[in-house]
Every structure is written in C-alpha cells, then in structure tokens.
C-alpha cells in the first residue's frame, strides 16, 4: 500500500536531486529519506530511483509515480479541508424526515435557529408518517427522523408507550408531549365546553368521525373501544387541514393531536380538551454512528430548543 508520506518525499527527492537536499526541504535527516525511500520502493515493488554516484534519477516506474503523486496529493489535501469543515460546521449535509405537523411547527424553528449558527450546513426536508420515516432512517436514506407514539391506557386508569422497545436500536432524543384534543364544528353543541370544562370521548359516540393518518386511525380506534364503542368513521385523510375544514363544514368530528391543531388555522370548528388525557410523544431519531456526526448532533439540539419552546 502507498502511504502518503511517502509520496511526498518521493516528490522532494525528485524536485531536490538528492536525499540531503530533499530532507532540507522536508525538515528531516538524510537517513530518514533514504528510509522512507526504501520503504515506498518495497510497496510498491519495483526500484523508483537510479543512484549514481552523487547523482540521481527516477526509473520509468518513479517518473509514474511522481506524475500520480500531485494529484493524489492535492486530492488527499482537499478531503482533508472538507472533513475539517464538516467537523467544524462549516459544512455538512442533513437529511431530515418528518411528519406533517412537526414540519410545519418544530422543523421550521429549528432549522432557522441552525442555519443562522452554522449557516454552511444544508438541511433537506421529506415527509412520511411513522413508521415509513424510522425504515427509512434504518435503510439508509435519512439522517434524523422526527416520529411519535402513542400511549395506550392498561385498563386502571393509567398508560403506557404503545411500541415498547420497537426504538432499543436508534437514538432517541425524546421533544414533547402532545396532547390529543377533540375537534367538534362551531355550532356542536358541546362547542361551548371550554373552558369551563372537559368532555369524554364517549360524549362523541354518536358523532360521524374524521380520521387522520393510519397510524393515528388506529389510534382512534382504540381509544373510542376502551370508551365502550366504535367510531363510525365516514371520512379519512392524512391532511389535517383537510380534517380541519371537514369539521368545520359540520360533516363530522375529529381528534387530532395539540400539535397539528396549532399548524393550521380551525375555521368553523372548536378545540375541546378531552379527559381522561390521551398523548403521544414526539421524538428525533437517529442511528448510533449518525449521533457522532457534527451536523447531526447540531441538528438534535436545535430540534430540542424548538419543542422546549412549544412544550
């Protein structure tokens, strides 16, 4: 294997004519360069130099390397500046993916707050729900993904994360805690609740229902059968904004995180807090090595700042 080191003295030697001159040149003893000569000469296999007397010249052999030399060199040399700024933030790349109501409320804050501290570093941007964002964090296509989980209750009043362990191989920078609120239309008549009280999902048994993504659906689901029934669900959408206007335009109601009601603007419906409370919390995930990574590691903290600022 050709070292670098070696390359450089082959290249002194070549430029300075001679072993004393070139160890001159590179701050170091005459015996070291014929040293580090010899060595580049084993490697690679075949004599580089013709000594002659006082004089010296390269073989064909050494012509071809020191002709390769300088674009190794400079090449090595700008891997090395890049590295360095990327250890240092003046560059580097992340890739982020994130659900739709963290994109809109978290993200933003968080990557402005980014790029005005480090603004060499690029952050892209890509939406999927969980559990799509954590595959593709494990196959390789993202940096960080933003995700959550739901809790589920045990059946004694109290709850616990649903998904156990599903997590025990990535690194978990845990954000907030979200809140599930109902959603009813203005003129519901349970529209006045607030905020003089609370309601009970079961007070929604009889309601049409709007449900959001998979994940969320499910969720819904659950609740609503721990309440003692099932939710006649006439519409589905992964779009909050589009749950929010069903609402509003009287054809249903919703539950939808604290989160993705803060994200749009609920024209024609009304926010209820629901009791007992359901939440899901909101994570930044990230694969072990990745956590070492400089803009990564950035990236986390700022996502962190943004919730402590929302939560």
Do not use: N
């Amino acid at each position: 294997m050709i070292e670098a080191r070696h390359l450089r003295v082959l290249r002194a030697v070549a430029a300075a004519g001679s072993f004393s001159a070139a160890g001159r040149e590179l701050g170091c003893t005459q015996p070291a360069v014929s040293q580090q000569m010899k060595a580049l000469e084993a490697s690679v296999g075949t004599p580089l130099l013709i000594r002659s007397g006082r004089e010296m010249r390269l073989t064909q052999a050494g012509e071809a390397l020191v002709r390769h030399a300088a674009g190794i060199l400079s090449g090595l040399t700008a891997a090395e500046e890049e590295v360095a700024a990327i250890a240092g933030l003046r560059a580097g790349r992340v890739r982020l993916v994130s659900f739709p109501s963290g994109s809109s409320t978290l993200v933003p804050t968080a990557l402005a707050a980014l790029r005005a501290a480090h603004p060499g570093t690029r952050v892209s941007l890509e939406e999927a729900e969980p559990p799509r964002s954590v595959e593709l964090l494990r196959e390789g296509d993202c940096d960080i993904a933003l995700a959550f989980r739901y809790e589920r209750a045990t059946g004694a009043g109290e709850a616990e994360q649903a998904g156990e362990g599903e997590w025990d191989d990535l690194v978990v920078r845990p954000l907030l805690t979200d809140r599930l609120v109902a959603l009813v239309p203005e003129r519901h008549r349970l529209a006045r609740t607030e905020p003089a009280g609370s309601i009970a999902i079961g007070d929604l048994a009889a309601e049409p229902w709007i449900a959001g993504c998979p994940r969320c659906r499910g969720q819904l689901v659950q609740v609503c059968e721990s309440a003692g029934f099932t939710p006649r669900i006439d519409f589905a959408t992964d779009d909050y904004p589009a749950v929010v206007g069903l609402v509003g335009a009287g054809l249903g109601v919703a539950v939808l995180p604290q989160l993705a009601i803060e994200s749009v603007r609920p024209r024609g419906a009304r926010a209820v807090t629901l009791e007992p409370a359901v939440r899901r919390e909101i994570v930044a995930l990230t694969l072990p090595d990745l956590a070492q990574v400089p803009a990564v590691a950035a990236t986390l903290e700022q996502l962190g700042r943004a919730a402590s600022l929302i939560g």
